[in-house]
Every structure is written in structure tokens, then in C-alpha cells.
């Protein structure tokens, strides 16, 4: 594999990096829709470029320990997300390949057991497709299962008892319905099933409707009614971005009932709160200056693959964000770049690798501390938050093995 491919890993979210569906959307050619937008001095730099305000530099992070998870034959994880499950100091993942949820014992990295979930008519993914599918385990006995295909939420427990479904509306206007973001990104409250949709097709046209359709479609555990909630920030009307730069990325946080949501080309992160009010919190880092557009005016651009690659590898921007709940914090991680001639020269083995980075907020979500990551050593892919501290994925884990680097916050 040469090392742009490695970058396209690290850089695409998971979801989206194997995927020939995915490829053949991009590859098309999309009339765009926007608003009218005359130049460049349109976009309101104040909002728009970061700012960069003083913050207490007071945290980093110390690596304490590494992990590995022994993989079997027939379990291939390395596109998927993993769930850290404290009463039985375990990680859960399913493996979508052959619709299978299975259990890791934290300590030892040991496979305990598998689940299939056929039984409950989930099927596998087919090589090279998106993977339509998200999870959120509470506990053994507690298992919400996204089914983006037959558009529902199976509650299940490990005993292979149903004990809820859920209809996800998809006629809903103000919905579009896509392929949700893996893992974290299902969120579960007291109360509430939280489902983000992907851009897929519909934000690859970039017209003006999508940008006015809700991400998010919020569930109510008790009854199922849903409702449509939280549109893009305003940013995103400014310009032309592409597909990549819609993609979103949530945590949930039970302390303070709160979704917390992180946008690529987006400084602040947007919170909502169970009211119906998004709040707006600073939290951009020192590497990103600001994120580029594809086109700053609308007409008739054309939106093409290896473009929107070439602006989505060469800056920086906003990936996940994750809530930690054992040190009530989060950690919102942005992308490393790679200078534009290194990416036209893509055989190259001597790319000079901007470090990916992670920045940590403290539980009012004040940015405390930004913390570089080898870009050579660390993925973007699968990182997850178990009781030791955040667990980030090494890349060289492979079809037998997966590497985690364990990191705890301390100060400096």
C-alpha cells in the first residue's frame, strides 16, 4: 500500500474509506446549487478564520500502556468501532463483514465471544460497500443496534433477546435519512436514541436543501416518537466545501444530558441541549488556521474526486470529538497534511507529515491543553475511551492484530 493510501485511511472517516459506493458518488459529476457568493471577501473572516484566543496550557497527555486485541480468522475489524464496557472490563466491536458483535477482554486482548447477529436479521456487509450499521452497548444487557437498511433500532442483550424495536421515520422532510457515523456517534441518554445521517449522495451536490435538512433524528426511548434536530452551522453557506468536509462526528455526555457535536471546517464545537438550544463553544487548535474551501462562489463548479482529496490531505480540520466520562473531559482530534507537491508526487516515501494533534477540553468545554500525534504511528480510525484513558489505534495493526496506545491526561 503506498503511503498516500495510508493517509486516505487516516484522513476519510471509516465508514466511508473502503467503500467502491462511496467512490462512484464522487467520481460523478454534480451541478452545484448554493448561494450566490461574488468572491472571496464575502466570507466573514472574523468567523471564519480562528482567532486563536489565550487558553490555560495546562494538560497534556502521558502515554502509560499499550494493548492488543488477538483476531481470529474470520474477525476483520480494522474499519470498525470498538466500545469499552467498564462492569466487564471489556470491548465490544461488531464486525460487519459477517454481521458478528464481538467481546475482547480489556486486560489481555483476548477474543471471549461472538454474537451473530443474523438472528436477528442483520446482514453482512458486502466487501467495498458503506457500512450501514452503528452501535451503543450500556452494558451486556443493554445493546441499541442501528439497522440503516431496514431503518430501525433493535434493543438486545447478549442473552440474543430482543427487547425493543424502534421505526426510524424516513418520510419525514426535514430528515435526511442517511447512513449513520459508527460507533460513538450512536448516542443513548436517559431518555433519548441520538442518529446522525452521513452525507452519502445528498451533500455531494452541495445544493441549498441539505443545508437546511436536520442531521440528527432524536428518539425517545419510552415511546419511539422521533424528531429531526440540529442543522449545520451557518459557516457552511459560505462556500463550496465538498463532501468530505460535511461528515460529523458527535459524543454524548450523560453528566450534563448534553450532544456534543464536532464539524470539520468548524472552530467551535455546537452542543445541544434537550431544550432545543445549540450552544457554541471555541475549541480550534493552533494548527488550523482555517479551513479551505473547494470554490467560494457557486455557478456551475464541478466537483471532482481527486480535488476534493487533494483539499481534504494537503490542510488540517476537525475530526472526532469524545467525551470521557472517568475524567470528565474531552478530546477533539485534528488531522495531519501533507504539502501539496508531496501529494502530486504520491510514490514519494520522503512526505514531510504535518502531526496530527489532539486538543482537550475540560468539562465547561475551555480548550486546557493541545497535544501533537505522529501522523506515521497513530490513526484517526477506532479510537474509544476505556477507564485507563483514551485508547488510540496504531497503524500498524493488521488482520491478525490491533494495537492500541492507552493515554491518560496529567499536567504539565
Not at 453482512?124 to 437498511?149: E, L, Q, V, W
Not at 434536530?229 to 448534553?258: D, L
Not at 476505556?386 to 492500541?404: M, W
Request: overall charge positive; glycine content about 4%.
Amino acid at each position: 500500500m503506498s503511503k498516500l493510501s495510508n493517509y486516505l485511511e487516516l484522513m476519510i472517516p471509516n465508514r466511508y474509506a473502503n467503500s467502491k459506493q462511496y467512490l462512484k458518488i464522487n467520481i460523478a459529476v454534480f451541478l452545484i446549487y448554493f448561494f450566490s457568493l461574488s468572491c472571496q471577501n464575502e466570507v466573514d473572516d472574523a468567523k471564519w478564520v480562528n482567532q486563536m484566543p489565550p487558553y490555560p496550557d495546562s494538560l497534556t497527555l502521558q502515554k502509560i500502556s499499550s494493548k492488543e486485541l488477538l483476531l481470529d480468522s474470520s474477525t476483520i475489524l480494522k474499519y470498525e468501532n470498538f466500545q469499552y464496557i467498564e462492569n466487564e472490563n471489556s470491548i465490544l466491536s461488531y464486525n460487519s463483514l459477517n454481521s458478528e458483535l464481538v467481546c475482547f477482554d480489556y486486560t489481555s486482548g483476548e477474543l471471549k465471544w461472538k454474537i451473530d447477529l443474523k438472528i436477528f436479521k442483520i446482514r453482512p456487509r458486502n466487501k467495498g460497500t458503506i457500512k450501514p450499521y452503528s452501535f451503543h452497548a450500556i452494558s451486556y444487557d443493554s445493546i441499541f443496534f442501528y439497522d440503516n437498511i431496514r431503518s430501525k433500532v433493535i434493543l438486545f442483550d447478549t442473552a440474543k433477546n430482543v427487547l425493543k424495536e424502534y421505526v426510524v421515520a424516513s418520510k419525514m422532510n426535514s430528515y435526511s435519512k442517511g447512513n449513520p457515523v459508527m460507533g460513538e456517534d450512536l448516542a443513548v441518554s436517559s431518555d433519548s436514541i441520538y442518529i446522525s445521517s452521513s452525507p452519502g449522495g445528498r451533500n455531494t451536490s452541495m445544493m441549498e436543501s441539505p443545508l437546511n435538512n436536520n442531521l440528527f433524528l432524536s428518539i425517545s426511548i419510552k415511546d419511539g416518537n422521533s424528531k429531526p434536530i440540529i442543522r449545520y452551522p451557518k459557516i457552511y453557506r459560505k462556500a463550496v466545501w465538498g463532501t468530505y468536509s460535511h461528515i460529523s462526528y458527535s459524543t454524548y455526555n450523560p453528566n450534563h444530558n448534553k450532544l456534543v457535536i464536532s464539524f470539520p471546517i468548524d472552530h467551535n464545537l455546537s452542543v445541544y441541549k434537550t431544550n432545543g438550544e445549540i450552544e457554541l463553544h471555541y475549541a480550534g487548535s493552533i494548527h488550523v488556521s482555517k479551513v479551505n474551501p473547494l470554490f467560494f462562489s457557486a455557478g456551475n463548479n464541478i466537483i471532482k474526486q481527486k480535488d476534493e482529496i487533494l483539499n481534504t490531505l494537503t490542510q488540517r480540520s476537525y475530526k472526532a470529538i469524545l467525551y470521557d466520562k472517568y475524567r470528565n473531559a474531552y478530546y477533539r482530534f485534528v488531522s495531519s497534511s501533507i504539502p501539496k507537491r508531496d501529494y502530486e508526487l504520491s510514490q514519494s516515501s520522503d512526505y514531510k507529515v504535518e502531526p496530527m494533534s489532539v486538543i482537550i477540553l475540560n468539562s465547561d468545554l475551555i480548550k486546557v491543553g493541545e497535544v501533537p500525534l505522529d501522523a506515521n504511528k497513530y490513526s484517526l480510525i477506532s479510537m474509544f475511551i476505556s477507564k485507563e484513558g483514551v485508547c488510540i489505534p496504531l497503524k500498524k495493526s493488521n488482520d491478525d492484530v490491533i494495537y492500541f496506545d492507552v493515554f491518560k491526561i496529567i499536567r504539565k
